[in-house]
Each structure stands twice: as structure tokens, then as C-alpha cells.
């Protein structure tokens, strides 16, 4: 069973900058490696959006455009751990973040869409004061 689980959510001023962390547990080093993992973010009222992702290898990132530039997924197989550096933080980022672990099947191409993705955490807030 993979247990995944955030970290590192806060309030921060905006134009200030957080990491969150995300460890997959319930995984070896082998199969962890061979994920496509993804952060999504939700606020009330909206459906849960694409924010990035990474390839398996490290080589491939997305990002949506309201972060890019800004924001930086790295990946760490030997921690089974995902990061997200956020940088100039914006009120309007604030929501629920959330990262998602997909197995390596067809189902998944890049990443961006939640349907791509079998396992969630329960999310870490984060909130920017303008």
C-alpha cells in the first residue's frame, strides 16, 4: 500500500518563498524511481488544478503557466521525496496542496491531468498575505 504525505505548508508573506515536501511510503527505491509525480492545488469552490510534474528520470517537468518561473519540482529517489520550491509567492497561490504519485502505465502521458494519478496525500494549506 502507498501512503503519500505532505509537509512544509505555512503562511508566508507574498513575494516570500516555501518548500514543500512530499515522502511516498510503502514503495522501494526501484518502484519509486519509475513514478510520475505530480503537485495539484485546490481552493473552495474550484476544482483541483494542474500545478507540475515530473518525469521518472527527472528529465521531463511541467509546470502550469500561473507558476512558471516561480515554482521548481526536484525529485529525490533515494527519499522516495518530491520537493516544490516555491519562489515570489503570490496571494492567489494560496489553496491546498496536494501531490500525487502515478504508476508507470499507459494511462499516463505528462502528467497534468488528475486522472493520471493513483495516489494522493491529504494536502498541506498554503496561505499568502498580500
Known amino acids: 500500500q502507498v501512503h503519500v504525505v505532505e509537509s512544509g505548508g505555512g503562511l508566508v508573506q507574498a513575494g516570500g518563498s516555501l518548500t514543500l515536501s512530499c515522502t511516498v511510503s510503502?514503495?522501494?527505491?526501484?518502484?519509486?524511481?519509475?513514478?510520475?509525480l505530480g503537485w495539484f492545488r485546490q481552493v473552495p469552490g474550484l476544482e483541483r488544478a494542474f500545478v507540475t510534474s515530473?518525469?521518472?528520470?527527472?528529465?521531463?517537468?511541467f509546470y502550469a503557466d500561473s507558476v512558471r518561473g516561480r515554482f521548481t519540482i526536484t525529485r529525490d529517489n533515494a527519499k522516495n521525496t518530491v520537493y516544490l520550491q516555491m519562489n515570489d509567492l503570490k496571494f492567489e497561490d494560496t489553496a491546498i496542496y496536494y501531490c500525487?504519485?502515478?504508476?508507470?502505465?499507459?494511462?499516463?502521458?505528462?502528467?497534468?491531468?488528475?486522472?493520471?494519478?493513483?495516489?494522493w496525500g491529504q494536502g498541506t494549506q498554503v496561505f499568502v498575505s498580500s
Open positions: 500525487a504519485v502515478a504508476l508507470p502505465t499507459p494511462k499516463v502521458v505528462h502528467g497534468r491531468e488528475a486522472r493520471e494519478y493513483d495516489y
Open positions: 515530473i518525469s521518472f528520470s527527472g528529465e521531463k517537468r
Open positions: 510503502g514503495s522501494t527505491w526501484s518502484t519509486f524511481s519509475r513514478y510520475v
